[in-house]
């Protein structure tokens, strides 16, 4: 009865996979929309909350602090205690904390709503990839998490857009309201089309290693965010490089001892693993920057609104777009390596162009830099 009852299941999950897909990616998207959306609403909230320079970049990366540093934790989680559970769990906070960000009435109560969101999407991230990973096989299981992989970028492009539409007609707390529907939707929609699945080999969780980790990303985000304010060889921030360094080379050392390791380094033994978890970092780092001054500049320095602001993302994402949906037919000719390369290689060259940008550049000059960016960025992401 236990044989059949696990069968059906895996027919069943095997019947509605691309549902699923659905459902992870909507999950998913509605994250990466949240870390972008902000970004077009920093003018916005410095006025209507005095917040500081540092304040607003805080804002930003305090998000980005407790989704890194503890996504490697909240993973493993996952995979020990049931995905679609830590899914939908991580959907609730969310959704909470969206809420409670949408009526703060000062900077450092949005930093930590902020904060908590991410550590909801912390919970949703690595749930929905874990689950792709398990309803899908073989060939389509490449193509589901390069899709997945591709609606992660394009959110990050669409979020400023979306952003500059509701502060163009609506009160800025309704930059993290718009979240509600979305998660509710893709947590009704879990509950009718995922299928509950656990790591059958989960081991005992890694608690010293997972403290070395978070321990270890935090103190890195938190100097480079300092640094620029304080001076990069102030007291502090070298404080902070000095602890990351510490607890990220114990964080290795015990990982490579440990029975049961929170991460398996026997992965960056694999040349090409290593090269394309490196190649996606620095599509992302490149990014998040652009996002962020981006905007900036448009509202502070070429004076648009909001809404003008962020429609000035689309060729970004149409660039992106074209770059993902072209990736595996490249792929298919020159192979994966040349494919990321060039993308980064492309990006190397276009984004020194932004230095060429002055208060009344031609918005001709600006978008087709984007696009070449978004083009560059879309192949490596996909």
């Given at each position: 009865m236990e044989t059949l009852t696990l069968e059906s299941r895996e027919m069943r999950k095997h019947r509605l996979r691309w549902w699923t897909l659905g459902v992870l990616c909507l999950s998913v998207l509605v994250v990466v929309i949240d870390s972008s959306i902000l970004n077009v609403a920093l003018p916005t909230l410095q006025r209507e909350l005095g917040a500081s320079a540092s304040g607003l970049q805080w804002i930003v990366t305090s998000y980005i602090l407790i989704l890194g540093g503890l996504l490697l934790t909240t993973g493993s989680l996952g995979d020990r205690f049931g995905r679609a559970m830590m899914l939908r769990a991580g959907l609730v906070v969310f959704a909470l904390a969206?809420?409670?960000?949408?009526?703060?009435?000062?900077?450092?109560?949005?930093?930590?709503?902020?904060?908590?969101?991410?550590?909801?999407?912390?919970?949703?991230?690595?749930?929905?990839?874990?689950?792709?990973?398990?309803?899908?096989?073989?060939?389509?299981?490449?193509?589901?998490?390069?899709?997945?992989?591709?609606?992660?970028?394009?959110?990050?492009?669409?979020?400023?857009?979306?952003?500059?539409?509701?502060?163009?007609?609506?009160?800025?707390?309704?930059?993290?309201?718009?979240?509600?529907?979305?998660?509710a939707v893709a947590m009704l929609a879990g509950f009718l089309l995922i299928t509950e699945s656990r790591d059958r080999e989960a081991k005992?969780?890694?608690?010293?290693?997972?403290?070395?980790?978070?321990?270890?990303?935090?103190?890195?985000?938190?100097?480079?965010?300092?640094?620029?304010?304080?001076?990069?060889?102030?007291?502090?921030?070298?404080?902070?490089?000095?602890?990351?360094?510490?607890?990220?080379?114990?964080?290795?050392?015990?990982?490579?001892?440990?029975?049961?390791?929170?991460?398996?380094?026997?992965?960056?033994?694999?040349?090409?693993?290593?090269?394309g978890a490196t190649a996606l970092s620095l599509q992302s780092l490149a990014l998040a920057g652009l996002m962020f001054g981006f905007t900036l500049y448009l509202q502070f320095v070429q004076g648009y609104s909001p809404l003008e602001a962020g429609v000035r993302f689309l060729p970004l994402a149409a660039g992106l777009m074209v770059g993902a949906r072209l990736s595996e037919r490249l792929v298919h000719y020159f192979g994966t390596t040349r494919v990321i390369a060039g993308g980064l290689l492309l990006m190397a060259a276009t984004l020194p162009l932004i230095m060429l940008w002055q208060a009344d550049s031609s918005y001709w000059l600006i978008g087709v830099v984007l696009t070449a960016v978004g083009f560059g960025i879309g192949n490596v992401a996909a």
């Amino acid at each position: 009865m236990e044989t059949l009852t696990l069968e059906s299941r895996e027919m069943r999950k095997h019947r509605l996979r691309w549902w699923t897909l659905g459902v992870l990616c909507l999950s998913v998207l509605v994250v990466v929309i949240d870390s972008s959306i902000l970004n077009v609403a920093l003018p916005t909230l410095q006025r209507e909350l005095g917040a500081s320079a540092s304040g607003l970049q805080w804002i930003v990366t305090s998000y980005i602090l407790i989704l890194g540093g503890l996504l490697l934790t909240t993973g493993s989680l996952g995979d020990r205690f049931g995905r679609a559970m830590m899914l939908r769990a991580g959907l609730v906070v969310f959704a909470l904390a969206s809420l409670s960000a949408a009526y703060v009435n000062s900077t450092g109560q949005l930093i930590a709503a902020r904060a908590v969101m991410g550590l909801g999407a912390a919970m949703i991230v690595p749930s929905t990839l874990s689950i792709a990973v398990d309803v899908f096989k073989g060939e389509e299981r490449t193509k589901a998490i390069a899709l997945w992989a591709a609606l992660n970028a394009v959110g990050i492009v669409l979020g400023p857009i979306l952003g500059g539409l509701i502060l163009e007609h609506l009160h800025w707390g309704w930059i993290f309201l718009v979240n509600l529907p979305i998660a509710a939707v893709a947590m009704l929609a879990g509950f009718l089309l995922i299928t509950e699945s656990r790591d059958r080999e989960a081991k005992p969780l890694d608690i010293p290693g997972a403290l070395l980790s978070m321990v270890a990303v935090s103190s890195l985000v938190y100097g480079i965010i300092q640094g620029p304010d304080e001076g990069w060889t102030s007291r502090y921030v070298l404080i902070c490089f000095a602890v990351a360094l510490v607890a990220g080379a114990a964080f290795i050392i015990r990982e490579m001892r440990v029975r049961y390791p929170l991460l398996d380094l026997s992965f960056f033994k694999r040349r090409r693993f290593t090269v394309g978890a490196t190649a996606l970092s620095l599509q992302s780092l490149a990014l998040a920057g652009l996002m962020f001054g981006f905007t900036l500049y448009l509202q502070f320095v070429q004076g648009y609104s909001p809404l003008e602001a962020g429609v000035r993302f689309l060729p970004l994402a149409a660039g992106l777009m074209v770059g993902a949906r072209l990736s595996e037919r490249l792929v298919h000719y020159f192979g994966t390596t040349r494919v990321i390369a060039g993308g980064l290689l492309l990006m190397a060259a276009t984004l020194p162009l932004i230095m060429l940008w002055q208060a009344d550049s031609s918005y001709w000059l600006i978008g087709v830099v984007l696009t070449a960016v978004g083009f560059g960025i879309g192949n490596v992401a996909a």
